[in-house]
């Protein structure tokens, strides 16, 4: 099964410990995910 993308645009996905992920994509939108939480939790 070969999926197609919805659009044009390409994103960088960057994998990290406080901030979770962060995201861009070409259009100059942004999204980080918060990982402080989930660290927390694994520490305890």
């Known amino acids: ?3 197609k993308p919805l659009g044009d645009r390409e994103a960088g ?3 990290g410990i406080n901030n979770l ?4 994509v ?3 939108s942004a999204l ?3 990982g402080r939480s989930l ?3 694994s520490f305890y």
């Open 1 to 3: 099964m070969l999926l």
């Open 13 to 15: 996905i960057d994998i």
């Open 21 to 24: 992920l962060a995201i861009y």
């Open 26 to 28: 070409e259009d100059r």
């Open 32 to 34: 980080l995910v918060n």
């Open 39 to 41: 660290k927390s939790i």
